[in-house]
């Protein structure tokens, strides 16, 4: 059972214009979540995270969306840029344990 | 600030063998996390320590899989025996603090170990 589901496996976009990355959960219980970036050959890095108690956090270029009653989130990246080009996974956590990753969603920015 | 070192980088082993990784988390960071990574899969969870105790280790398969974290800095995981399934990249992660309250410390991960199960 996929406790966070990243529906997308891949997403292109031109240079410049926003990324959208979706994310699902089943878990009513996780009360915090967080979106890593991973190049190939490397380990995940963090980018941004948000706790159930706020529906929106920025960061820069990044802003991720929560929307608890449907257990929703989103990452937004504008405008996007090729260095971007990289695989992306949502995590949640539920009181500080139980880690769990969704499966990634590879983005890429076309110049 | 030096990463979480891991090693070794790639392993190749025939099944029913013994494999070892190790990994040395950021200095100070208290927390160190073990994962597993399939091919088109996201990190599944393996072991928690916070210093040197477990706090989860419910996906960690405990007929084969090891794990310690001698006086709560690094840590070895071990497989034995290997099997084909166990093909992945092994993840290890540190974070500074973890706490209920929701002040999730960033997690820092490694570059992986790529282990190859024929």
């Known amino acids: 059972d996929q406790q966070v589901k990243q529906n997308s496996p891949s997403l292109s976009v031109q240079e410049g214009r926003i990324s959208i990355l979706n994310c699902d959960y089943t878990?009513?219980?996780?009360?915090?979540f967080l979106w890593y970036k991973k190049y190939p050959a490397e380990g995940p890095t963090f980018l941004i995270s948000?706790?159930?108690?706020?529906d929106k956090n920025e960061d820069g270029r990044f802003t991720v969306f929560l929307n608890k009653s449907a257990k929703h989130l989103s990452l937004h990246i504008v405008p996007s840029q090729p260095g971007d080009s990289a695989v992306y996974f949502c995590?949640?956590?539920?009181?500080?344990?139980?880690?769990?990753f969704g499966p990634g969603t590879r983005l890429s920015v076309l110049p | 600030e030096a990463g979480v070192a891991q090693s070794p980088r790639y392993k190749i082993i025939e099944k029913r063998q013994s494999v070892a990784f190790w990994c040395n988390p950021i200095?100070?960071?208290?927390?160190l996390y073990w994962y597993q990574q399939i091919l088109g899969q996201g990190p599944k969870l393996l072991i928690q320590?916070?210093?040197?105790?477990?706090?989860?280790d419910s996906q960690l398969p405990k007929d084969r899989f090891s794990a310690e974290r001698l006086k709560g800095v690094d840590s070895t995981l071990k497989i034995q025996p290997a099997k084909l399934e166990d093909s992945a990249v092994y993840l290890c992660?540190?974070?500074?603090?973890?706490?209920?309250?929701?002040?999730?410390?960033?997690?820092?991960f490694g570059p992986g170990t790529r282990l190859l199960v024929l």
């Open positions: 995590a949640a956590i539920e009181g500080g344990q139980n880690f769990v």
């Open positions: 878990n009513s219980m996780f009360d915090y």
């Open positions: 992660a540190s974070s500074s603090r973890v706490s209920l309250a929701g002040l999730i410390g960033t997690q820092y």
């Open positions: 200095s100070g960071h208290a927390t």
């Open positions: 320590f916070q210093n040197n105790g477990v706090v989860d």
């Open positions: 948000i706790s159930s108690i706020k």
